[in-house]
């Protein structure tokens, strides 16, 4: 059942009903209920306390992890962790022992950077440790940040995040061109903020629900344009007539994902600079690193010098993700416009024109890029490419291809043709294996998740954008949520817990779907998402810009027996819920309920888990 309390006044209405319905008009035993509710609320808090204390003192004693890249450490984490982190507590021990491992992570990689290129200092956010040469100055890197934006918001004190993206939209990453040094395999220069695409204004804009803050919105809007502003000029398709003409392209590489499927089979289609990739050829030239140096020492390459660089091809795709990335920008300028300055036009004009520009793309997406015989959004190659083959659609289905959801680019309106797209992220012809999901379908011919590769292999950056898609596609798209539904994106995400490891919790860059035991690569690597898929995901929790704040929980209801979510801090406001299959296992019949409190104060309690409620915070 879904119940969506569009106004205030009937907020107040049935959470009045639902208080006095257990209050029984004063009755002693009603008073009673409320009083459990309340200590079961202090010693939920409590004992989540105390289990994140243990599992920190645990975590601090792994002695073949990487040091901390900040201030935050062995000697002072724990502090920092009780201070700022949403406590979580279930009946399930190995989600509750990686949420907060994911935590004690995030705190080793936010770092106090002093920037001696404009003598400002500023919190960054790593994913790796120490300064990689593909990194930006400071450490960071815009590849992983999309990701960590929607993390790291969730933190109480909402300095870390505010200064991170200042960082990248208007500190030194914002103008600093990329090192070009030997990791630099691409021939177009460009700044920091720009070396791998992100979805950073869009983070922005989901940061800002759960913090607003009003003059520093004001302050660093010019600036969330200036960004996009780059995107656009260095990244869209540039050639009138062109199937793709005005979409934006990027080298797979720079997605974050190498060695894609969708690059091997434009390669493949292409000739001249690009002959020497055939169906018997692509897997000793384009297959994990090891092959790029054949490639760089191919007759092609000789031939077509600018075709490569050291090796990897310089072939740019129209991706699914890259445009949906812009699509989110876009949206999240057109909001953030919309809210700036409410009397001003020329906010309002803003607003107008990058929602504009939002529906156009979204247009573009849906006309080209979704193939109604393969029910998927496919990449294309881009049409203004100097080498190789232009607007070639790949006939593969990748996990890029539900990016679109991740950043409500579906009109609501239109939404049936799409909804058949996942119907293979339960398949085992598509995406879903027994240890994890995979980044290619199953069924294609190419599949393979044993290279260092995106063409099979699992990695945890594209699990935290498929299942924040899934759930938004349940919440927002289908019409009708089933057991079913909940139930498979419960599935993938036990398998991503389970991965990390219960008896020595780690991530990393990569698992292997169909037997993996745990993570491959770096270890202690930021470059996805788990609390987030906790909190908004799974549980529910989903902020706005409103003094509201919405809880539709996706996971099924016979799965935990309990859970605690506590300490969050949202809006300037202090919120708890605890959801419980049995408040008193004395009584008979139903005594599930699912509470929330604002600052202490019990405002709603309902019987139902999966039901959707809209909390007003009362200002």
């Not at 529910?540 to 509201?548: M, Q, R, V």
């Amino acid at each position: 059942m879904i119940i969506n309390y569009r106004r205030k006044k009937r907020v107040v209405a049935r959470y009045m009903a639902l208080l006095v319905c257990i209050i029984g008009c004063g009755s002693c035993s009603g008073k009673k209920l409320l009083q459990s509710y309340q200590s079961e609320r202090i010693r939920m808090k409590s004992l989540a306390e105390q289990r994140l204390a243990s599992h920190v003192e645990e975590f601090n004693s792994y002695d073949d992890r990487p040091p901390s890249d900040g201030p935050f450490d062995g000697s002072n984490n724990l502090g920092f962790l009780r201070a700022n982190i949403p406590f979580f507590i279930s009946s399930n021990d190995t989600i509750d022992k990686i949420y907060n491992y994911r935590w004690w992570m995030i705190s080793k990689h936010l770092k106090h950077y002093n920037d001696p290129l404009d003598k400002k200092s500023y919190w960054v956010v790593t994913e790796f440790f120490g300064v990689k040469p593909w990194a930006s100055l400071s450490g960071a890197i815009t590849c992983p940040a999309g990701h960590q934006f929607y993390d790291v918001r969730w933190l109480r004190d909402s300095q870390y995040l505010r200064s991170y993206a200042d960082y990248f939209m208007r500190g030194s990453a914002s103008r600093l061109q990329q090192r070009e040094n030997e990791n630099f395999l691409t021939y177009m220069s460009r700044p920091e903020s720009h070396h791998f695409s992100s979805w950073m204004i869009d983070g922005v804009d989901a940061f800002l629900r759960v913090h607003p803050d009003e003059a520093w919105r004001e302050d660093i809007l010019p600036y969330l344009e200036q960004h996009q502003q780059v995107w656009d000029s260095l990244f869209t398709v540039k050639r009138t007539g062109a199937k793709t003409d005005g979409m934006y392209k990027i080298l797979d590489l720079y997605d974050g994902m190498e060695f894609s499927l969708s690059a091997v089979l434009g390669l493949i289609a292409s000739d001249g600079a690009y002959a020497n990739y055939t169906e018997d050829s692509w897997r000793d030239l384009y297959l994990g690193w090891g092959t790029t140096e054949r490639a760089a020492a191919s007759v092609q390459a000789s031939a077509y010098p600018t075709a490569y660089r050291k090796g990897y091809p310089d072939f740019y795709l129209v991706r699914p993700s890259v445009n949906s990335y812009a699509y989110g920008n876009l949206q999240a300028l057109a909001t953030l416009y919309g809210r700036s300055n409410s009397a001003s036009p020329a906010s309002r004009t803003k607003a107008a024109l990058y929602q504009k520009r939002a529906d156009e793309l979204r247009n573009k997406v849906l006309g080209v890029l979704w193939n109604n015989d393969d029910v998927f959004f496919n990449t294309y190659s881009a049409g203004d490419n100097e080498f190789g083959v232009r607007d070639y659609e790949a006939r593969v289905r990748e996990s890029v291809g539900y990016t679109p959801w991740y950043f409500g680019l579906i009109p609501r309106d239109g939404r049936r043709p799409y909804a058949s797209a996942w119907d293979m992220f339960g398949s085992k012809d598509g995406f879903y294996n027994h240890k994890g999901m995979t980044t290619a379908e199953r069924l294609h011919p190419y599949y393979n998740e044993q290279a260092y590769a995106w063409n099979g292999r699992g990695w945890p950056f594209q699990n935290s954008v498929v299942y924040k898609a899934y759930a938004n596609y349940l919440r927002d798209y289908k019409e009708q949520v089933t057991h079913a539904d909940r139930s498979l994106l419960y599935d993938y995400i036990e398998k991503l817990a389970v991965m990390h490891d219960f008896a020595e919790p780690n991530i990393g860059e990569w698992y292997i779907p169909s037997d993996g035991e745990r993570f491959g690569g770096e270890k202690d690597y930021f470059h996805s998402t788990f609390p987030d898929i906790i909190i908004q995901d799974l549980l529910g929790f989903i902020p706005s810009h409103d003094d509201i704040f919405i809880l539709d929980p996706l996971l099924p209801d016979d799965t935990w027996e309990y859970f605690y979510l506590g300490n969050l801090r949202y809006h300037g406001h202090d919120i708890d819920i605890i959801w419980k299959r049995d408040w008193d296992v004395g009584r008979d019949g139903n005594q599930s309920r699912l509470c929330i409190w604002v600052d202490g104060k019990l405002v709603s309690v309902s019987t139902e888990l999966n039901r959707r409620l809209v909390i007003s915070l009362g200002r």
